[in-house]
């Protein structure tokens, strides 16, 4: 696919990050995007982006309500593209959605662990399960399945468990190359690929606590600020001075400074996606961060778990996100 022109993109997890970059891209190059997220104001947002440029004639952007861990949600979604899109078939899917935490099977809940794996995993493998059909029928197709370096190195740090999310983009990523053969058996015109980012400058971290929580407020809960006191206390810190505001305001900095301070901006990071897309690589990394990492557990497996391998890369790339 070497151009997206006339084509018709569905992406999860418009409304923020990588997936709003990703519509606001396509649409630049005359795509026609149909997103979802949970979130119908980010939605509207990232629709406002794309049309600050004066959109072509007939240029199509839709926005849908839709979780996709849950399967109606996305059937709904799919009916809802073919309605109002007027089309029977996709080119593009982006599975983008995804969420952190629950990232310990010990101190954090069954219902936050499952809910990030349905969403970084499930919503991968439902959102394919959905619009297959709809990309067969298209005269060439490409399936996007965001993974993480996580899905290779299930690690930020040996001070913090993070085992939901890094289990469901290992997931991701097996997945997605299974699906290269399969796909060569049964629908050769359509080419898939794994993205696997490393730090890149998003809200990932506000959201996945507001949806976790349920909760559109950036303050923490009691429960989360004793959640934030032993997460900081394993990464080394003396929690005892603090107060619950002092722990409020570093938990607002974390997000913040994930956001703002990060190695690559979305933006950047969607033009290595959609260029790597135009080259049918099914391997797209992304980031100097994870070609590096990538290259390090490579050659050294039976050490990527130790203390000094995540210190030593840490301070290679100037990673604080742990």
């Not at 740090?157 to 993070?162: S, Y």
């Given at each position: 696919m070497k151009d997206f022109a006339g084509k018709i993109a569905v992406?999860?997890?418009g409304g923020t990050g990588m997936g709003r970059e990703l519509a606001r891209q396509l649409v630049a190059e005359g795509c026609n995007v149909a997103m979802c997220d949970i979130s119908a104001d980010a939605m509207a947002e990232t629709k406002r982006l794309c049309e600050v440029e004066r959109l072509p004639q007939g240029l199509r952007i839709t926005t849908h309500i839709a979780d996709v861990s849950i399967e109606d949600q996305l059937l709904r979604f799919r009916d809802e593209i073919v309605e109002r899109?007027?089309?029977?078939k996709i080119h593009l899917l982006f599975n983008n959605a995804g969420i952190g935490g629950g990232g310990s099977l010990f101190t954090n809940t069954r219902e936050q662990w499952e809910k990030t794996f349905n969403i970084c995993w499930g919503g991968v493998y439902l959102g394919v399960r959905t619009f297959l059909p709809m990309l067969v029928k298209a005269d060439e197709g490409h399936i996007v399945n965001t993974s993480s370096v996580n899905g290779f190195w299930a690690s930020v740090?040996?001070?913090?468990?993070?085992t939901a999310y890094s289990s469901a983009k290992f997931a991701v990523k097996g997945f997605t190359e299974a699906l290269i053969n399969d796909l060569r058996l049964n629908a050769p015109h359509v080419k898939c690929s794994v993205v696997m980012p490393g730090h890149i400058g998003t809200s990932i971290v506000s959201n996945s606590r507001k949806?976790?929580?349920g909760t559109e407020?950036?303050?923490?809960s009691a429960n989360e600020v004793l959640a934030a006191r032993q997460r900081l206390k394993g990464m080394g810190m003396d929690t005892a001075p603090m107060s619950d505001e002092d722990i409020q305001a570093i938990a607002?900095?974390?997000?913040?400074s994930f956001r703002d301070e990060a190695p690559m901006t979305a933006g950047a990071a969607a033009k290595i996606i959609l260029d790597g897309v135009k080259a049918e690589r099914?391997?797209?990394l992304v980031g100097d961060d994870a070609n590096r990492l990538d290259e390090r557990v490579r050659q050294t497996p039976e050490r990527a778990y130790d203390a000094d391998f995540y210190q030593n890369?840490?301070?290679e790339v100037g990673w604080r996100i742990g």
């Open positions: 992406i999860t997890g899109q007027a089309t029977d740090g040996m001070g913090v468990a993070h949806i976790q929580s407020s950036d303050r923490l607002l900095d974390r997000a913040r099914w391997r797209i890369f840490a301070a």
